[in-house]
């Protein structure tokens, strides 16, 4: 299995651009999930979808942020306009379902991004 | 990988050495718990899960136990080897949380002295 695949591993980018982020969840996972980690808060979940539909977005920072999920393979996170806050490593990952039953989420080894 | 913390817990041990690392988790209602290893560069590994219904899971060179008397959950590596040096969260799910999203914990750094 390759893993949850995340790009671009990193991204240097101006203040006021769009920034886009991907992910492919793992085959068969129907639970994706963003989160974002920084010195300061540590990891911190954004939202996450079931089947591709959001559940919760309630970590999303701001209106600026905003994440899709077109179909089971594939997910992005867009930042538009970027500001330096903004600046952390954002991961996925992703979990099957199985009843009542929690499994572990997989992560993604993430994208870097760097706001200027 | 980012560490989660200005001031993330340290453990340092010797190669060969057994490590405990512990972690107080923050609701009584969580009924799933989960180890992750974050090496620098990459994102979170899992180690091992436990459910609330067990109090000791053993893996590979790994142990998990639970005390839901005083919500504490450990972490112990057997031989510690240097390829174990990484941050390592514990993290739970509550009792209920639909799409079992995780609440993480600070973090704690290991450190193998070869």
């Known amino acids: 299995d390759a893993g949850v695949i995340q790009s671009p591993r990193h991204e240097v980018t101006e203040m006021g651009q769009e920034v886009t982020l991907r992910c492919k969840p793992i085959s068969g996972h129907d639970y994706l999930f963003w989160y974002r980690q920084t010195m300061m808060r540590g990891l911190e979940l954004l939202i996450y979808?079931?089947?591709?539909?959001?559940?919760?977005d309630s970590g999303m920072p701001e209106d600026r942020f905003s994440a899709k999920m077109p179909n089971a393979s594939f997910s992005t996170l867009k930042i538009q306009p970027s500001e330096p806050r903004d600046s952390a490593v954002y991961f996925c990952?992703?979990?099957?379902?199985?009843?009542?039953?929690?499994?572990?989420?997989?992560f993604g080894d993430g994208t870097r991004l760097s706001i200027l | 990988g980012e560490s989660v913390g200005l001031h993330l817990p340290t453990l340092s041990v010797q190669e060969g050495d057994n490590s405990i690392i512990n972690c107080a988790y923050s609701?009584?209602?969580?009924?799933?718990f989960i180890w992750y290893k974050q090496e620098s560069g990459k994102g979170p590994q899992f180690i091992i899960d436990?459910?609330?219904?067990?109090d000791k899971r053993q893996g590979q060179r790994v142990t998990v136990l639970l005390n839901k008397t005083v919500k504490h959950l450990s972490l112990q590596i057997a031989a510690t080897q240097p390829g174990d040096s990484a941050v390592y969260f514990c993290?739970?799910?509550?009792?209920?949380?639909?799409?079992?999203?995780?609440?993480f914990g600070q973090g704690t750094e290991l450190s193998v002295k070869p």
């Open positions: 993290a739970e799910i509550p009792r209920g949380n639909q799409g079992g999203k995780l609440i």
């Open positions: 990952a992703s979990s099957p379902s199985r009843g009542w039953s929690n499994q572990p989420q997989h």
């Open positions: 436990i459910r609330s219904n067990m």
């Open positions: 609701n009584s209602a969580s009924d799933y």
């Open positions: 979808f079931n089947n591709n539909v959001p559940i919760d």
